[in-house]
């Protein structure tokens, strides 16, 4: 296979792309459980499926903080060589931290092989999902923001003089010049993202005064399915993270009421800072949004961390004070793996019911669980949503005569 190690390569129709193989490391610390740092490496293993490449092994190391050089520990370094070596098939080893630009350079000079943490294979996943002239503008500019402060580990070889007729003297460290380059070129994406953002503004504005309504959640947990099933229009949807990264907006017509309906990116641990702020662009719709419909996969384990993270972004982002109404989908496979078949219905009805009072409870908005593939409980989100929807029609035209 080639050693060539462009990740956000756009693959070309008619040609075979072959699967990269990669293992998987993880750092037990003071911050980090055995048990959160297995959830985090299932999360990055679902990650690098989404990228094109099958994990073959983990390893993990308990350490009281990364070591400075290489991040884990020497016996360790040697044991992943090691394992390396006996399987030529891998070629990359993945990293569930952010990594310096020198450990990065330490790891390729003792593996041989391409290093890659989280931060860069999710920058990774979102160049090749994005479609519009603003999805690739934001995921260049995050890409450059997270290589400029690595570029002194990453390009060591440029740090010389450049020499020559005409270059003699102190002259500009090339890998000043790299800089300079990366510099003017986060200016120039930067100052495009404010043209593509006053293109948005005119958009919106152009819709006139509906109520919107905007889907969130951490990603893949069915939001463009619900899109595609309440707008009766197809969205991309697939069974991978990220599956979508442009915001997405239909109109629809509810019992005579209009409303604007937008799918918007997935929320995930540990996303990017710089990916986080080139999208918040994205983001206005979730800004300028009435409602929200929070999205949580019911069915996974950690649903409530996962919950809990859009939550923290949704407050960075100034909105989580908007009117919310939890939509826990997949409840059909929550059933399957935690309802005994034994059970009555009438049983697992007054459980279901418990649950939803405990969670309305806890986080304090109102809630429906659905099924977005089998169409469950579709008819009672309707419902809950029709009537949040007429209540800020009321609070926004209180005098006029139209009867929502």
Same mark, same amino acid.
């Given at each position: 296979?080639?050693?060539?190690?462009?990740?956000?390569?756009?693959?070309?129709?008619?040609?075979?792309?072959?699967?990269?193989?990669?293992?998987?490391?993880?750092?037990?610390?003071?911050?980090?459980?055995?048990?959160?740092?297995?959830?985090?490496?299932?999360?990055?293993?679902?990650?690098?499926?989404? =990228?094109?490449?099958?994990?073959?092994? &983990?390893?993990?190391?308990? *350490?009281? #903080?990364?070591?400075?050089? /290489?991040?884990? +520990? !020497?016996?360790?370094?040697?044991?992943?060589?090691?394992?390396?070596?006996?399987?030529?098939?891998?070629?990359?080893?993945?990293?569930?931290?952010?990594?310096?630009?020198?450990?990065?350079?330490?790891?390729?000079?003792?593996?041989?092989?391409?290093?890659?943490?989280?931060?860069?294979?999710?920058?990774?996943?979102?160049?090749?999902?994005?479609?519009?002239?603003?999805?690739?503008?934001?995921?260049?500019?995050?890409?450059?923001?997270?290589?400029?402060?690595?570029?002194?580990?990453?390009?060591?070889?440029?740090?010389?003089?450049?020499?020559?007729?005409?270059?003699?003297?102190?002259?500009?460290?090339?890998?000043?010049?790299?800089?300079?380059?990366?510099?003017?070129?986060?200016?120039?994406?930067?100052?495009?993202?404010?043209?593509?953002?006053?293109? =948005?503004?005119?958009?919106?504005?152009? &819709?006139?005064?509906?109520? *919107?309504? #905007?889907?969130?959640?951490? /990603?893949?947990? +069915? !939001?463009?399915?619900?899109?595609?099933?309440?707008?009766?229009?197809?969205?991309?949807?697939?069974?991978?993270?990220?599956?979508?990264?442009?915001?997405?907006?239909?109109?629809?017509?509810?019992?005579?009421?209009?409303?604007?309906?937008?799918?918007?990116?997935?929320?995930?641990?540990?996303?990017?800072?710089?990916?986080?702020?080139?999208?918040?662009?994205?983001?206005?719709?979730?800004?300028?949004?009435?409602?929200?419909?929070?999205?949580?996969?019911?069915?996974?384990?950690?649903?409530?961390?996962?919950?809990?993270?859009?939550?923290?972004?949704?407050?960075?982002?100034?909105?989580?004070?908007?009117?919310?109404?939890?939509?826990?989908?997949?409840?059909?496979?929550?059933?399957?793996?935690?309802?005994?078949?034994?059970?009555?219905?009438?049983?697992?009805?007054?459980?279901?019911?418990?649950?939803?009072?405990?969670?309305?409870?806890?986080?304090?908005?109102?809630?429906?669980?659905?099924?977005?593939?089998?169409?469950?409980?579709?008819?009672?989100?309707?419902?809950?949503?029709?009537?949040?929807?007429?209540?800020?029609?009321?609070?926004?035209?209180?005098?006029?005569?139209?009867?929502?």
């Amino acid at each position: 296979m080639s050693k060539e190690w462009n990740l956000s390569t756009q693959e070309k129709k008619g040609v075979k792309i072959e699967t990269e193989f990669a293992v998987l490391v993880g750092l037990i610390h003071n911050e980090q459980t055995e048990e959160l740092v297995q959830e985090y490496l299932n999360e990055l293993e679902f990650l690098a499926l989404t =990228a094109g490449a099958k994990t073959i092994k &983990r390893f993990i190391q308990k *350490r009281d #903080a990364p070591h400075p050089k /290489t991040f884990i +520990g !020497k016996g360790k370094l040697e044991e992943i060589g090691e394992y390396i070596e006996k399987h030529e098939n891998i070629n990359m080893v993945i990293f569930d931290d952010d990594l310096s630009g020198k450990q990065v350079s330490n790891l390729e000079t003792f593996l041989k092989v391409k290093i890659i943490d989280r931060s860069s294979l999710i920058l990774d996943i979102f160049a090749r999902r994005a479609q519009t002239a603003q999805a690739r503008t934001q995921v260049e500019l995050a890409q450059l923001q997270y290589l400029l402060p690595r570029l002194r580990g990453l390009w060591s070889h440029l740090e010389r003089q450049r020499g020559g007729i005409g270059m003699r003297g102190p002259g500009e460290k090339e890998i000043e010049t790299d800089r300079r380059i990366v510099r003017d070129k986060i200016s120039v994406l930067k100052k495009q993202l404010e043209k593509i953002d006053r293109q =948005a503004i005119t958009q919106r504005k152009n &819709r006139g005064q509906m109520i *919107r309504v #905007a889907l969130v959640g951490y /990603t893949n947990v +069915g !939001k463009s399915t619900l899109m595609n099933l309440m707008s009766k229009s197809e969205v991309f949807a697939e069974n991978k993270l990220f599956a979508t990264l442009d915001t997405t907006v239909r109109k629809i017509v509810w019992e005579n009421i209009p409303f604007l309906l937008s799918d918007t990116v997935g929320f995930i641990r540990k996303l990017p800072h710089h990916l986080v702020e080139s999208f918040k662009s994205t983001l206005d719709e979730v800004r300028e949004s009435d409602i929200l419909l929070h999205v949580v996969d019911i069915d996974h384990s950690r649903h409530e961390e996962h919950l809990q993270t859009v939550n923290k972004t949704l407050k960075d982002l100034g909105v989580l004070d908007k009117p919310t109404l939890l939509v826990f989908n997949k409840i059909d496979l929550y059933r399957k793996k935690y309802f005994d078949e034994l059970v009555d219905n009438e049983t697992k009805n007054e459980i279901e019911k418990e649950l939803q009072s405990r969670l309305k409870n806890q986080y304090e908005h109102d809630n429906v669980f659905v099924s977005a593939i089998n169409k469950e409980n579709i008819d009672i989100l309707r419902k809950k949503m029709t009537k949040m929807i007429k209540r800020e029609y009321q609070v926004r035209y209180p005098y006029q005569a139209k009867r929502w």
